[in-house]
């Protein structure tokens, strides 16, 4: 079985499929992992165990190699947004991006430092030059307390703009833990009230483009 399908899959299925294709890790290490295969010797875990970390390592360092000499048509093959199992490579993308994240907590380079260097030479590769520079910001805030009567009048008088991120993504949590929560009905009802939504934003695009037209007449 290839990495694609004729079908879609979801994340999981084509990550979890038996007859998957040896990427850093063999069918027999993901039979390991998940459990599926448990008749090992403590011996043979260690074994299995010290292999897996030294393919691991090795991985990481094949990165050099690949971001350094791997073609552009390859790589832009691999991460192709046209691809039937798209939804599972970003699966497969966040988790990765998680697991550094866990992974170089505590490490002597902090996990932003090297996002922010990796970006940058990124950015360079992309113009041609050590002199493209860029800043990345990265910062970990965890979701706090919110004051659900504030958010709530913000709402209710179309304050919308005064909503912070942290506010919104608190606010979609509890609404969707919330007894009264159907994603049925709200997945129905949203999209009726989409189409009109967009037609609203689609004017306010037209009534900006001319306004803009008239100003450099």
Same mark, same amino acid.
């Given at each position: 079985? @290839?990495?694609?399908?004729?079908?879609?899959?979801? #994340?999981?299925?084509?990550?979890?499929s038996a007859d998957r294709d040896?990427?850093?890790?063999?069918? @027999?290490? %993901?039979?390991?992992?998940?459990?599926?295969? @448990?008749? /090992?010797?403590?011996? !043979?875990?260690?074994?299995? %165990?010290?292999?897996? %970390?030294?393919?691991?390592?090795?991985?990481?360092?094949?990165?050099?190699?690949?971001?350094?000499?791997?073609?552009?048509?390859?790589?832009?093959?691999?991460?192709? #947004?046209?691809?039937?199992?798209?939804?599972? /490579?970003?699966?497969?993308?966040?988790?990765?991006?998680?697991?550094?994240?866990?992974?170089?907590?505590? /490490?002597?380079?902090?996990?932003?430092d090297m996002l922010a260097q990796?970006?940058?030479?990124?950015?360079?590769?992309?113009?041609? !030059?050590?002199?493209?520079?860029?800043?990345?910001?990265?910062?970990?805030? #965890?979701?706090?307390?919110?004051?659900?009567?504030?958010?709530?009048?913000?709402?209710? &008088?179309?304050? &919308?703009?005064?909503?912070?991120?942290?506010?919104?993504?608190?606010?979609?949590?509890?609404?969707?833990?919330?007894?009264?929560?159907?994603?049925? @009905?709200?997945?129905? =009802?949203?999209?009726?009230?989409?189409?009109?939504?967009?037609?609203?934003?689609?004017?306010?695009? =037209?009534?900006?483009?001319? %306004?803009?037209?008239?100003?450099?007449?």
């Open positions: 079985m @290839s990495d694609q399908s004729d079908e879609k899959e979801s #994340p999981n299925e084509l990550a979890y040896r990427g850093i890790l063999t069918p @027999s290490d %993901r039979e390991y992992l998940i459990g599926r295969k @448990s008749d /090992y010797t403590e011996h !043979s875990k260690k074994q299995k %165990r010290n292999r897996i %970390r030294r393919r691991l390592r090795n991985a990481i360092l094949d990165f050099t190699i690949l971001f350094e000499h791997l073609e552009d048509r390859d790589r832009e093959t691999v991460f192709n #947004p046209d691809d039937d199992a798209r939804d599972a /490579y970003t699966r497969g993308i966040t988790d990765m991006l998680a697991f550094l994240h866990l992974g170089t907590m505590g /490490y002597y380079t902090p996990f932003k990796g970006v940058n030479k990124a950015e360079q590769e992309l113009a041609g !030059s050590d002199y493209r520079m860029v800043t990345v910001d990265f910062n970990v805030d #965890p979701v706090g307390r919110i004051d659900v009567d504030e958010v709530i009048d913000k709402l209710e &008088f179309g304050d &919308f703009e005064d909503i912070t991120d942290e506010e919104l993504r608190a606010f979609v949590r509890l609404l969707a833990e919330s007894g009264d929560f159907s994603a049925t @009905s709200m997945r129905s =009802e949203m999209k009726e009230q989409m189409s009109e939504f967009i037609e609203k934003v689609d004017a306010a695009t =037209e009534r900006r483009d001319q %306004r803009v037209e008239e100003l450099n007449d």
